[in-house]
């Protein structure tokens, strides 16, 4: 192969990085790297750094720096994918964070409570005349009432704790297989 004239010769690495269009810091840094050698000239320099960037592109380099390129790319995407579908479900009014749902339920059982609370003292004012025996049954069925809407919601809240525990630990299950296949 025929090698032009002015690549035959050496040439800075100012020039070289006006040459391929990079600053000459970028050259520098291969240098140190080790992908340029000092003293080669501007063709051999011009096929180490063509070189260096198609390993780059490929994901060649990744082994030598920790990385694996398509590992990264392929948890970008994952999370890029889970930050969406969790957007769209708190759009579709599906999920909230589980700070604000127990809020919410505080809030709501703190509102029953103080209603059934005064309950006693309506049922006094409202009818006098009830027997005491009667009182007594209702009484006691709202409070049977309630006490089992705090035992159901919570309940229901430490089911749901526990599906969602048991699906990101079947994701990572099955992240760690995905992975092992790799």
């Given at each position: 192969m025929?090698?032009?004239?002015?690549l035959?010769?050496?040439?800075?690495?100012?020039?070289f990085?006006?040459?391929?269009?990079?600053?000459?810091?970028?050259?520098?840094?291969?240098?140190?790297d080790?992908?340029?050698?000092?003293?080669?000239c501007?063709?051999?320099?011009?096929?180490?750094?063509?070189e260096?960037?198609?390993d780059?592109a490929?994901?060649?380099?990744?082994?030598?720096?920790?990385?694996?390129?398509?590992?990264?790319?392929?948890g970008?995407?994952?999370?890029?994918?889970?930050?969406?579908?969790?957007?769209?479900?708190?759009?579709?009014?599906?999920?909230?964070p589980?700070?604000?749902?127990?809020d919410v339920?505080?809030?709501?059982?703190?509102?029953?409570?103080?209603?059934?609370?005064q309950?006693?003292?309506?049922?006094?004012k409202?009818?006098?005349?009830?027997?005491?025996e009667?009182?007594?049954?209702?009484?006691?069925v709202?409070?049977?009432a309630?006490?089992?809407?705090?035992r159901?919601?919570?309940?229901?809240?430490?089911d749901s704790?526990?599906?969602?525990?048991?699906?990101?630990a079947?994701e990572?299950?099955a992240l760690?297989?995905?992975?092992?296949?790799?």
């Amino acid at each position: 192969m025929k090698i032009l004239p002015y690549l035959d010769a050496h040439i800075s690495q100012a020039e070289f990085a006006q040459m391929v269009g990079v600053s000459e810091a970028s050259i520098s840094k291969r240098v140190s790297d080790g992908v340029l050698t000092r003293g080669e000239c501007a063709h051999a320099w011009l096929i180490a750094y063509c070189e260096h960037l198609r390993d780059q592109a490929a994901g060649r380099l990744g082994e030598t720096l920790g990385l694996d390129l398509v590992q990264e790319r392929a948890g970008l995407a994952r999370a890029q994918r889970e930050s969406q579908e969790l957007k769209n479900a708190v759009a579709r009014g599906e999920y909230a964070p589980i700070g604000i749902l127990a809020d919410v339920l505080a809030l709501a059982s703190s509102a029953i409570v103080d209603r059934l609370d005064q309950l006693e003292g309506q049922l006094r004012k409202a009818c006098p005349d009830l027997p005491e025996e009667a009182r007594m049954v209702i009484l006691r069925v709202i409070a049977d009432a309630r006490n089992e809407w705090i035992r159901s919601t919570s309940k229901l809240v430490a089911d749901s704790l526990d599906r969602m525990a048991q699906s990101e630990a079947d994701e990572a299950d099955a992240l760690d297989i995905s992975e092992g296949a790799a």
